[in-house]
Protein backbone atom coordinates (compact mmCIF):
# COMPACT_ATOMS: atom_id res chain seq x y z
CA UNK A 1 0.00 0.00 0.00
CA UNK A 2 1.40 3.67 -0.55
CA UNK A 3 0.25 6.56 1.38
CA UNK A 4 -1.90 7.58 -1.82
CA UNK A 5 -4.52 4.33 -1.04
CA UNK A 6 -4.13 3.98 2.61
CA UNK A 7 -5.36 5.75 5.67
CA UNK A 8 -4.67 5.99 8.83
CA UNK A 9 -7.96 4.28 9.47
CA UNK A 10 -6.62 1.15 7.34
CA UNK A 11 -4.59 0.05 10.00
CA UNK A 12 -5.03 -2.23 13.18
CA UNK A 13 -2.85 -2.42 16.06
CA UNK A 14 -1.97 -4.12 19.48
CA UNK A 15 -3.45 -2.63 22.76
CA UNK A 16 -0.69 -3.05 25.59
CA UNK A 17 -2.96 -5.80 26.63
CA UNK A 18 -2.67 -7.17 23.16
CA UNK A 19 -5.82 -7.16 22.34
CA UNK A 20 -6.28 -5.84 18.69
CA UNK A 21 -7.68 -2.38 18.04
CA UNK A 22 -8.42 -0.63 14.52
CA UNK A 23 -7.73 2.82 14.03
CA UNK A 24 -11.01 3.40 12.47
CA UNK A 25 -12.23 3.21 15.92
CA UNK A 26 -10.80 7.35 16.19
CA UNK A 27 -12.33 8.26 12.94
CA UNK A 28 -13.38 12.13 13.11
CA UNK A 29 -11.03 13.22 16.17
CA UNK A 30 -7.65 14.64 16.10
CA UNK A 31 -5.12 11.98 16.87
CA UNK A 32 -1.23 12.60 18.71
CA UNK A 33 0.73 9.31 17.70
CA UNK A 34 3.65 9.14 19.79
CA UNK A 35 6.97 6.76 20.29
CA UNK A 36 7.09 6.56 23.83
CA UNK A 37 9.89 5.32 26.23
CA UNK A 38 9.98 4.64 30.28
CA UNK A 39 14.04 5.32 30.96
CA UNK A 40 13.96 8.19 28.60
CA UNK A 41 15.33 12.15 29.21
CA UNK A 42 12.13 12.76 27.43
CA UNK A 43 9.78 10.06 29.72
CA UNK A 44 8.39 13.33 32.03
CA UNK A 45 6.77 14.19 29.10
CA UNK A 46 4.39 11.70 29.69
CA UNK A 47 2.76 14.09 32.05
CA UNK A 48 2.09 16.58 29.24
CA UNK A 49 0.46 14.54 26.92
CA UNK A 50 -1.82 13.59 29.71
CA UNK A 51 -2.55 17.21 30.58
CA UNK A 52 -3.18 18.02 27.18
CA UNK A 53 -5.26 14.61 26.89
CA UNK A 54 -7.58 15.48 29.69
CA UNK A 55 -7.88 19.19 28.97
CA UNK A 56 -9.08 17.94 25.45
CA UNK A 57 -10.01 14.27 25.04
CA UNK A 58 -14.09 15.47 25.72
CA UNK A 59 -13.41 17.63 22.32
CA UNK A 60 -12.75 14.91 20.01
CA UNK A 61 -8.82 14.35 21.14
CA UNK A 62 -6.70 11.36 21.38
CA UNK A 63 -3.42 10.76 22.60
CA UNK A 64 -2.52 7.24 21.15
CA UNK A 65 1.28 6.21 22.98
CA UNK A 66 3.47 3.38 21.22
CA UNK A 67 6.21 2.08 23.39
CA UNK A 68 9.75 1.33 21.18
CA UNK A 69 12.87 -0.12 22.83
CA UNK A 70 14.71 1.03 19.64
CA UNK A 71 16.39 3.98 21.51
CA UNK A 72 19.27 2.82 23.76
CA UNK A 73 17.43 -0.06 24.99
CA UNK A 74 15.15 2.88 26.99
CA UNK A 75 11.57 0.34 26.99
CA UNK A 76 12.92 -3.05 28.48
CA UNK A 77 9.94 -3.70 29.98
CA UNK A 78 6.94 -6.17 29.54
CA UNK A 79 3.63 -4.41 28.54
CA UNK A 80 2.39 -5.40 32.18
CA UNK A 81 5.73 -2.95 33.39
CA UNK A 82 4.97 -0.27 30.96
CA UNK A 83 1.76 0.00 31.69
CA UNK A 84 2.03 0.09 35.37
CA UNK A 85 4.98 2.33 35.36
CA UNK A 86 2.90 5.42 33.39
CA UNK A 87 -0.47 5.11 35.45
CA UNK A 88 1.96 5.23 38.61
CA UNK A 89 4.66 7.64 37.74
CA UNK A 90 2.91 9.89 35.53
CA UNK A 91 -1.44 8.68 36.05
CA UNK A 92 -1.66 7.78 32.14
CA UNK A 93 -4.88 7.45 31.07
CA UNK A 94 -4.81 7.74 28.03
CA UNK A 95 -4.85 4.61 25.38
CA UNK A 96 -1.10 2.16 25.10
CA UNK A 97 -0.63 -0.03 22.83
CA UNK A 98 1.97 -2.94 21.98
CA UNK A 99 5.66 -2.28 22.11
CA UNK A 100 6.81 -1.65 18.63
CA UNK A 101 9.69 -1.09 16.15
CA UNK A 102 9.34 2.20 15.03
CA UNK A 103 12.33 2.04 12.24
CA UNK A 104 14.30 -0.99 10.31
CA UNK A 105 12.59 -3.77 8.83
CA UNK A 106 10.52 -5.00 11.43
CA UNK A 107 9.00 -0.80 11.58
CA UNK A 108 5.13 -1.46 12.45
CA UNK A 109 3.13 -0.47 9.41
CA UNK A 110 1.43 1.84 11.30
CA UNK A 111 5.11 3.79 11.35
CA UNK A 112 6.01 3.18 8.30
CA UNK A 113 3.34 5.10 6.85
CA UNK A 114 3.75 8.21 9.35
CA UNK A 115 7.16 8.39 8.41
CA UNK A 116 6.45 8.98 4.43
CA UNK A 117 2.57 11.00 5.23
CA UNK A 118 5.33 12.94 7.18
CA UNK A 119 8.99 12.83 6.40
CA UNK A 120 11.66 14.98 9.28
CA UNK A 121 14.33 17.10 8.97
CA UNK A 122 15.59 17.39 5.50
CA UNK A 123 12.96 14.62 3.86
CA UNK A 124 14.55 12.10 6.16
CA UNK A 125 11.92 9.30 6.92
CA UNK A 126 13.72 7.21 10.22
CA UNK A 127 12.74 8.18 13.89
CA UNK A 128 15.64 9.90 15.76
CA UNK A 129 14.71 9.41 19.34
CA UNK A 130 11.82 8.31 21.31
CA UNK A 131 8.58 11.16 21.88
CA UNK A 132 8.58 12.02 17.86
CA UNK A 133 5.18 12.86 17.69
CA UNK A 134 2.54 12.73 14.13
CA UNK A 135 -0.44 14.89 14.41
CA UNK A 136 -3.38 13.56 12.58
CA UNK A 137 -6.39 15.43 11.57
CA UNK A 138 -10.09 14.56 11.86
CA UNK A 139 -9.84 13.15 8.64
CA UNK A 140 -7.27 11.03 9.30
CA UNK A 141 -4.88 12.72 7.42
CA UNK A 142 -0.49 13.29 9.11
CA UNK A 143 -0.68 17.21 8.97
CA UNK A 144 2.31 17.58 10.93
CA UNK A 145 5.83 15.71 12.98
CA UNK A 146 7.00 16.79 15.60
CA UNK A 147 11.05 16.11 17.16
CA UNK A 148 11.45 14.56 20.66
CA UNK A 149 12.19 18.41 22.19
CA UNK A 150 8.85 19.46 21.53
CA UNK A 151 6.98 19.64 24.59
CA UNK A 152 3.59 18.46 24.31
CA UNK A 153 1.77 21.74 25.86
CA UNK A 154 3.98 23.23 22.66
CA UNK A 155 1.29 21.87 20.48
CA UNK A 156 -1.53 23.18 21.74
CA UNK A 157 -2.14 25.47 19.29
CA UNK A 158 -2.12 23.21 16.05
CA UNK A 159 -4.17 21.09 18.52
CA UNK A 160 -7.05 23.47 18.96
CA UNK A 161 -6.58 24.31 15.31
CA UNK A 162 -7.67 20.93 14.18
CA UNK A 163 -10.22 20.52 16.85
CA UNK A 164 -11.94 23.46 15.88
CA UNK A 165 -12.36 22.70 11.95
Known amino acids: MTTTDTSIYDFT ?66 AEEIGAFCEKNYGVTFPLFEKIDVNGDHAAPLYQYLKNAAPGLLGSEGIKWNFTKFLVNKDGAVVDRFAPQTKPEGLVADIEKLLAK
Not at 15 to 39: D, M
Not at 49 to 60: A, C, N, P
Request: charged letters at 15%; hydrophobic letters at 35%; one cysteine or more.
Open 13 to 78: VNQLNGAPSSLAAFRGKVLLIVNTASNCGFTPQYKGLEEIYQKYHDQGFEVLGFPCNQFGAQEPGS
